[in-house]
């Protein structure tokens, strides 16, 4: 948060409401006013809002809905916000209910990653890596706009982690800043053509347990 209210032209995005909301019960007041700003301003964004990234295949449908409502009202009353992207990049598989589910819990737009290899492969050689996702008719014929992750850590999994608790990628410096720069506009441009070379694309930068430290972590993804 502190990273945050360096930068207003910083961004966050932030997944599930029940890690987040052990950290908000241990704030102080000037603290979750600040998170209240950010969110406000747009600096701070939730992602699909549930409890959890709830399982796709072995989970009923009760189970779905109630993780999901329950993040969703934690944060209306505490943030009042409402999620508008579905995030599920962990969990394995994919419901053909998944788009109605989304789409009736006001979510107009997902990312997921864990996909079948040969799936991914398939949609990415064609293009084809964002496309509308449609439930069938029986499962109540939602539809929500998809797109697919290439790699689940994103920059972090291709040399680009700055957590400094961990075996982190070298610091950006004035000596390597020209090779590190390239090395991502190689990957932006690569992961582009995957969704057939559009305009705007997603570049995430972040995986589990990352950002321990923001304002280093900021630090390095402005220099490039």
């Not at 779905?64 to 579905?86: D, I, K, M, N």
């Not at 509308?132 to 992750?149: D, S």
């Not at 995986?207 to 220099?223: A, E, L, P, T």
Request: aromatic residues 12%.
């Amino acid at each position: 948060m502190r990273a945050l209210a360096q930068d207003s032209s910083r961004r966050f995005s932030w997944a599930e409401v029940s890690f987040f909301q052990r950290w908000w019960s241990e704030q102080s007041t000037a603290t979750k006013q600040s998170v209240r700003s950010c969110v406000a301003s747009g600096q701070l964004e939730f992602v699909e809002g549930g409890w959890s990234q709830s399982d796709e295949i072995v989970t009923d449908l009760d189970s779905r809905l109630s993780q999901l409502t329950s993040g969703h009202q934690w944060l209306l009353q505490e943030l009042g916000v409402r999620p508008a992207v579905g995030w599920k990049i962990d969990p394995f598989g994919a419901s053909s209910l998944t788009p109605s589910l989304f789409s009736a819990a006001g979510l107009d737009h997902m990312v997921k990653c864990r996909i079948p290899d040969e799936e991914k492969e398939r949609l990415e050689a064609a293009g084809q890596a964002e496309l509308h996702w449609a439930a069938p008719e029986e499962q109540g014929a939602g539809k929500i706009f998809l797109h697919v992750l290439r790699s689940y850590s994103s920059l972090c999994g291709h040399g680009f982690d700055f957590d400094q608790y961990r075996t982190a990628s070298p610091t950006v410096t004035p000596d390597n800043v020209a090779e590190r720069a390239s090395a991502v506009l190689g990957l932006a441009q690569q992961w582009a053509s995957f969704t057939g070379n559009r305009s705007v694309m997603m570049l995430p930068w972040g995986g589990d347990f990352r950002w321990q430290n923001g304002s280093y972590y900021y630090g390095n993804m402005s220099k490039v």
